[in-house]
């Protein structure tokens, strides 16, 4: 009896479709890792954003189940980030699950649900996308209206890839652009709220004070200073007033207040002092950098570039503070059929466009 032992090659063994499957595998690669050389002699976009629309209707348009869409749209994307991160762009932000998407039928919402829990205790295996290229991934939204095992999965998932560094992965669930936003401003008012106290204090404390007087024995050469200090003696500050559990109107009149009060003290003394110059200066406002600070999509630049499956061309309440100068992006292909020949014409188009986007950002 004659045993036949299977012929190799390199990588190839002689067993049928084996060779043919390794083979095309091998020189697709090749192809693709030469055409992102060509492709990286321009510029490449640092950070890509991406709608993924379509899953529904791809199902639809398949005759599959409708859970089985968003299974193909998930296999599209794990293709989509290997190439991505091949071609060096280091931020990738997906739009995975909008608040607005809780109000769809609740059995679809647990569906999803489901696909994103199972999903997320995939990436922590070994052999996994995040560890093969050094990936840190971050869950972007309002995590408090996931549910428990939701919610407990992605904080854990953060934990065990905060030390990656090599490339970031967004991923935008439970969020909202106008949540966020909103977000933001809370976290910037909250952390001015000490200095929003004082649009609240008695007037009629400061006029009583001139710069340089003795007040309990002690000079004052600061009226800020005293005015912080004195605040809760002099019962200056209204209980259960400020920012947090008002109006905002409570607080617009406080420029105006100012300028009362350094009026009051220029008639007394014939000039503006220098501590209240130096007041003048320091008057509390909730900057734009301030506002950015509180942003969920802090961690990342922004995005170079939004691309929306489908052909859809509108931003459906994604990331509206962070793409007023970002290139869009909309293939026709639906979110599964998304694929390499897709993400090559969205480079070529931020290439084309880079130079003159660069000089606008410049004249900002």
Known sequence: MVTSVPNKVGNYSSTGNGVHKLFFDDITNFLRRCLFRVLSVGPIPTHLAFIMDGNRRYAKKQNLKEGEGHKAGYLALMSLLRYCYDLGIKYVTIYAFSIE?????????????????????????????????????????NLRLLSEPVRAAAEKVMKVTSNNSKAMLLVCVAYTASNEIVHAVEGSCKEKEKEFRLCNLNNNVMDDVKEGEKVNGMVVHDIQDFYEDTSVESQGLKQGKGCNGTPYHACESFESNWDQVLTSKASKSG?????????????????????????????????????????ESRLSNFLLWQTSNCQLYSPAALWPEIGLSQLVWAILKFQQSHSYLEKKMKQL
């Open 101 to 141: 998407n809780f109000k769809r039928r609740p059995d679809e919402v647990q569906s999803l649900m489901d696909l994103m829990l199972e999903k997320m205790e995939a990436l922590l295996m070994e052999e996994s996308i995040v560890n093969q290229y050094g990936i840190r991934v971050c869950f972007i939204g």
């Open 271 to 311: 000039e503006v002092s220098e501590g209240f110059r130096n007041l003048r200066k320091e008057d509390p406002v909730i900057k734009l950098v301030d506002i950015e600070k509180h942003m969920y999509m802090a961690v990342a630049p922004d995005p170079d570039m939004l691309i929306r499956s489908s052909g």
